[in-house]
């Protein structure tokens, strides 16, 4: 199905624009993604692409595919006019939001408290998949998962594992009677990382980059854990310390 | 030693202006901060500082030792120019770019071919002085280290650990004549990085964002280490790999 859109005051080029907003991707459940790469993960992800958006000038690349994909054309000026890039590649699609359910049996879960800033949160979750995190849970008071930084630094990894917005206040007792261990992180009144087996099943609570994980979660978890500083840095990066804890969580 | 500067066609200023360009970085040997926190670290380093630049309506913290170095008082204008962000904090510091000998005997050397991205250079000083590596080689062929988005990602590590810029074709045959083993990374003909044992002394090399480590490097070391991916993400971060990599060979 393929149709053309010209007029910049279409009101779906104004939907489409307006989804840079945190206030109508909730609304609509949609947000709006762009360039070759993302586009092509999104489709590779079954029930996620809702349209594709190409420029008039712009070839989809044979390689695709698009049987079941409703397609808009349309002019390089709404392409710029949606976009927020400098130099849009031509080629965005709308997407459905995912909405997923804690798992029964848990293994390797990852909990985000309040992660402020976009490319953080991105890189975290490309991290997360890398490193084979069945569900990633972005808590209340976290930068919008659909935010366009956010899905860029992921690379792809918002549409290979499963990620849910939850309060996660609501959700470590959930996770909690399911016996796997719940490890907090805080540099205070914690343990350092290595003193704790690497199970391979595990919930990992990680926090805010200023103010680390809230205090009452902290006092939810099995254990608290810290990475040791060996020099004279304050702290790490939030997404680096997230890696160097999965991967030794999850073991060999 | 406080002077007063109010003209913003003083030659002075023009040069701190200047000092946004890597080209005259490289000419004077000089780079400018900005902001209360790096420049309290640049002061608690030994001669790093050779000039603090302050707006006229900003207080110097009572807490910082300002005994032996030159203070310029600026209008606000002044430092609105000569800063990058958008909301100046009103306190700048003019340093000395940090020169350093490869040590004779090292013990944990970071060696970066070619990082691309001004955040992740950052990010990874920050994560090598937190895993207390001992030298940061900055290969030729890298964004400039005196770029100022940079000096904030490390959040002042650029301080802490000695670094220097240099060519690693050169440089490693040096550091392996130390007996130190030296580990490339590469997603290619490289072995599982959890193989080598975490003996504590090592230098690890890690490289470009897109392309890795150049081969005539890779071919250099003694092995070459990969991250295992067990999600769908192509690769890790470049900061978060180093992490985990610089985390892990140092041992507990």
Redesign the interface.
């Given at each position: 199905m393929v149709k053309r859109i010209d007029s910049v005051k279409n009101p779906q080029v104004k939907m489409w624009k307006k989804l840079h907003t945190k206030k109508e991707r909730d609304k609509t459940g949609l947000f709006l993604i762009e360039g070759y790469h993302l586009v092509e993960e999104a489709l590779r992800t079954k029930q996620v692409v809702k349209e594709l958006i190409v420029s008039e000038n712009v070839d989809i690349p044979s390689a695709w595919n698009v049987d079941n994909v409703s397609i808009t054309i349309v002019s390089d000026e709404i392409m710029k006019m949606i976009s927020d890039t400098e130099t849009p590649q031509g080629i965005a699609a709308l997407c459905y939001q995912q909405h997923n359910e804690l798992p029964a049996d848990a293994q390797k879960v990852l909990l985000l408290d309040s992660i402020q800033d976009p490319?953080n949160l991105g890189?975290i979750i490309?991290?997360?998949?890398?490193?084979?995190?069945q569900l990633v849970v972005v808590g209340t008071g976290s930068v919008d998962l659909y935010n366009s930084k956010v899905i860029r630094s992921t690379?792809?990894?918002i549409f290979?594992?499963p990620i849910t917005k939850g309060n996660l206040q609501d959700i470590i007792p959930v996770l909690k009677e399911q016996g796997v261990p719940i490890y907090g992180t805080s540099l205070e009144n914690g343990r350092?990382y290595?003193e704790v087996p690497p199970v391979g099943s595990f919930v990992l609570l990680v926090g805010n980059e200023g103010n680390g994980v809230e205090e009452q979660l902290l006092a939810q978890t099995n254990e608290n854990l810290y990475?040791p500083?060996?020099?004279?840095?304050?702290?790490?990066?939030v997404?680096?310390?997230?890696?160097?804890l999965l991967?030794?969580l999850?073991g060999?």
């Open positions: 490319g890189t490309r991290t997360a998949d890398a490193a084979g995190v690379q792809g990894a290979h594992l350092p290595t990475i500083i060996y020099g004279k840095s304050e702290s790490l990066n997404a680096v310390a997230t890696g160097i991967y030794y999850r060999m």
